[in-house]
C-alpha cells in the first residue's frame, strides 16, 4: 500500500520560517515528480512547488516564488519543503503528493495521483 506521511505543520508569525516533509512507503518514487499542493478554505487546491525526479526540473508559481524551496531525497524516498518570509495568506493544508508515470512532469494539482493526508500550516500573530 503506497503511503505519503508528511509532517512539519505548524504555527508559525508572518515572515517566520517552517520545513515540512514527506516521507514515502510501499513503491519507490524516484523516476516520479512529486510536489507540495495546499488548499486553503474556501479556495481551489494551489500546486506551490513540483520537483522532477532529477531535480533538473522545479516548478514555483510566482506566490511562492524566492520564499518556497523544494527539495528531495531519492535515497530517503523523501521529500521536503523549506518556507521563509511565511504570509497568513500561506495558511493551508499542504498536502505531499506524487505521479504515478515515471518521468512525468506536470503541475496541474489533478494530474497527481497519490496524496498525503496533509499537515496544516498557520501562519498568523
Do not use: H
Not at 42 to 47: A, D, F, M, N, V
Not at 81 to 91: I, W, Y
Amino acid at each position: 500500500q503506497v503511503q505519503l506521511v508528511e509532517s512539519g505543520g505548524g504555527l508559525v508569525q508572518p515572515g517566520g520560517s517552517l520545513g515540512l516533509s514527506c516521507a514515502a512507503s510501499g513503491r519507490t518514487f524516484t523516476r516520479n515528480t512529486m510536489a507540495w499542493i495546499r488548499q486553503a478554505p474556501g479556495k481551489e487546491r494551489e500546486l506551490v512547488a513540483a520537483i522532477s525526479r532529477s531535480t533538473g526540473n522545479i516548478y514555483y508559481p510566482d506566490s511562492v516564488s524566492g520564499r518556497f524551496t523544494i527539495s528531495r531525497d531519492n535515497a530517503k524516498n523523501a521529500v521536503y519543503l523549506l518556507m521563509n518570509s511565511l504570509k497568513p495568506d500561506d495558511t493551508a493544508v499542504y498536502y505531499c503528493a506524487a505521479v504515478s508515470t515515471q518521468l512525468r512532469f506536470t503541475i496541474m494539482p489533478d494530474q497527481y495521483d497519490y496524496w498525503g493526508q496533509g499537515t496544516q500550516v498557520t501562519v498568523s500573530s
